[in-house]
């Protein structure tokens, strides 16, 4: 079993920057892929990113590529997420959640933490 929870959340003017974190509790990371999804009002859960614990490679969506930034701390099991030159579309619920490199299903998933971004 895997525990997770965001932190960082909050409300940004567009174009500033917010750092989301995502502490793991229960196991070591080692064999897992690390993502973030997130889901605004009235519409379907997106793809955010995600990184390979191993070795850390990272993947984006289109959305945030260029602007996001994945990165994961072996000693504090923790993954963060870096989002600059923020937009208002990019107001969202974050989710963190993570699974088992062999498999294409995340099964563990965080509480969530809000991202507003407005003026």
């Known amino acids: 079993q895997v525990q997770l929870a965001e932190s960082g959340g909050g409300l940004v003017q567009p174009g500033g920057s917010l750092r989301l974190s995502c502490a793991a509790s229960?196991?070591?990371?080692?064999?897992?892929?690390m993502g973030w999804f997130r889901q605004a009002p009235g519409k379907e859960r997106e793809f955010v990113g995600a990184?390979?614990?191993?070795?850390?490679?990272?993947v984006y969506g289109d959305s945030v590529k260029g602007r996001f930034t994945l990165s994961r701390d072996n000693a504090k099991n923790l993954v963060s997420l870096q989002m600059n030159s923020l937009k208002p579309e990019d107001t969202a619920v974050y989710y963190c959640?993570?699974?088992?490199?062999?498999?294409?299903?995340?099964?563990?998933w965080g509480q969530g933490t809000q991202v507003t971004v407005s003026s």
């Open positions: 229960g196991r070591t990371l080692s064999g897992y892929v």
């Open positions: 990184i390979r614990w191993t070795d850390a490679h990272t």
């Open positions: 959640a993570a699974r088992d490199i062999t498999v294409w299903q995340y099964d563990y």
